[in-house]
């Protein structure tokens, strides 16, 4: 199928098998069918229908439990093994991956891991083409990375290199606290002390290499491949890509992933782009990463997350880099206390859309007087964080998302792409006031390759009886559940984009400012 090649001018790393492999137990899924037997009631019922010579009772579904084999995280470590475990793939198999974004670039991993075939096509010319961006929030994504054998639990979660907040506290400009919730609270109120309660905060780009440093095959990745479009054969996808050159280059797969982001151009081909166009929230988000200010404990403890609001402007500042560890560079651009860690701050407010485009477009310098003119006289440490903040390390973005998607969306669409589907921003971009789209992006991944092992795994090997699953149905499969876990993120998060420049941002009270939107609109 696909040629490999890594057109990034690195050197090459030589194939490596993967050193995490898929359970053979549980075939990845992490999970097995419970040998409970029925229940007391189901066999009573079973029993009579048997003696009154009625319709026996349907089974009931298989509840599931944790594989004790890869202790639920459906991968094996076969370091100290002498045997070959790697799992067997059907011939032909090869998955075109299409950007290496935070989804993309999990799934190759989870592929890696389960012996799929497959290369990642990524328009950047290399890893590093863009800055570290901005810092995620590690909500239910936790469970991939788990998947990904990236993370255990407690301190571990991410191979040590996230941060874990605390507490997270709720100001007025003036710094009054309006609400506080999170680790250190509970603490105080003498209830249990729960690790699985702290939020882990990592940089996007830090985490994309946490994964990129597990895949052991990097001679799978091609950079500067910018897809331009994709045809179908009855047996394979043919993609057409141009490299920085404009030299266009043909590939060809077994299947698709457009894991290509909110500008999806899989998903501008599969879905059409009337079908579900971008859609403007309302706002514009501007972030800034600062040496963390040594002024107030908020950013010194390097442990809380604050949000400071005024019913229309918001700023949330959160952990970015720990004291000593890999940094954006803000130390390092402002020469000073180099080393203290770093503090994320975003700020959104509403705005016209063309207002938005064009302060974005202003660039950095015009970011930052936006921000000082609006918060330069808010509590301490504030004003700090945004005058300390390089111009480098400042972006701006109006808010958009796009609306949900329906099943039957991905199985029609405007080529009748059967052997196409989408993942991550790609599928269901949202805005980033939840902290969701990295952590569905994560499941997604995960989904996914479980989806394709079950369809692609050779299963003339095993012991038990299994059936074939065709491409289409494991497609289905993943779609649903992918749309039906997904959607109301999306919601919530477009929500947020509202409510969190609305007064509820500021209401008094211990709770979430999404817990405090749904007891006003439940009330
Ligand atoms: C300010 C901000 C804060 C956020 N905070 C959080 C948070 O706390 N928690 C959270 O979970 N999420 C958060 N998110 C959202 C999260 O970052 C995204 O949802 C996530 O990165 C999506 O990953 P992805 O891999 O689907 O897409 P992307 O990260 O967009 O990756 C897409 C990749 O595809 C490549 N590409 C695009 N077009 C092509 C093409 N034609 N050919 C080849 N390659 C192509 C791109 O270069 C890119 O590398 C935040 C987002 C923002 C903007």
Known sequence: ??????????????????????????HGEGSIPSRKRRTKKQKREYQLAKENGLPLPPLPPPTMEPCQVCS??????????????????KEGTHIGIIGAGIGGMALALACEHRNIPYTLYERDESFDERSQGYGLTMQQGGKALQALGLATTGNDRLLGKGIHSKRHIVYLPDGTQVGEWGMKKWGREGKTKDAKRQNAHIARQELRRLIYNQIQDKSRICWGHKLKSYSEEEDAANMIFQDWQKTTIKQQASIIVGADGIRSVVRKQKIGEEASPMRYLGCIVILGIAPCPQSSDLTSDNESVFQTADSITRLYAMPFAKRGKETAGAAKFENVETGQGETMWQLSFP?????????????????????????????????????TTPEQLISGYPVYDREVLEDEMFRSGTSNAQRVTLLGDAAHPMSPFKGQGANQALLDAVLLARALYTVFRDRNSEKSESIDISLEDALKVYEHEMLKRSKPKVKASAEAAHFLHTELAIQEGDITRGAANAKSTSN
């Open 1 to 26: 199928m696909s040629s490999k090649g890594n057109t990034n001018g690195e050197e090459e790393s030589p194939s490596l098998p993967s050193q995490k492999i898929c359970c053979d137990k549980c």
């Open 72 to 89: 639920g995280t459906g991968l094996v470590d076969m370091r100290n093994s002498d045997i070959d475990l790697h799992p067997k793939v």
């Open 351 to 387: 705005m016209d859309e063309k207002d938005a485009i064009e302060l974005s477009k202003k660039g950095p310098i015009a970011l930052k007087d936006e921000a000082l003119r609006r918060c330069g006289e808010w509590h301490i440490p504030i004003p700090q964080l945004l005058q």
